[in-house]
């Protein structure tokens, strides 16, 4: 995959996280790209190390989409863990 294809990737991978999971507001368009390449790496690995295959060194389609959705989730509730932040819209 092209440089111009993993910003896609995590354009589009990024933003499905931002609407599956609190927490990653206010990082942007640039920040959600980030998140989504980073998220790409992570679900690569793992879909590598569990399934033993890697679905993002193809072409930009469906399973690549969802492998790279899927870590970035993981990302956003990781760092969310790490940082002590609580998930829903309650205020204290």
Avoid: Q
């Amino acid at each position: 995959m092209t440089i111009l294809g993993w910003i896609v990737l995590g354009a589009i991978a990024g933003w499905l996280a931002g609407l599956l999971v609190r927490g990653d507001e206010g990082l942007g368009v640039i920040g959600h790209i980030v998140l989504g390449i980073v998220g790409a790496f992570v679900g690569g690995f793992l879909a590598s190390a569990l399934l033993g295959t890697n679905p993002i060194d193809g072409p930009l389609d469906l399973g690549s989409i969802v492998t790279a959705t899927i870590g970035a989730v993981i990302v956003v509730v990781v760092v969310n863990a790490a940082s002590g932040r609580r998930y829903g819209s309650g205020t204290m």
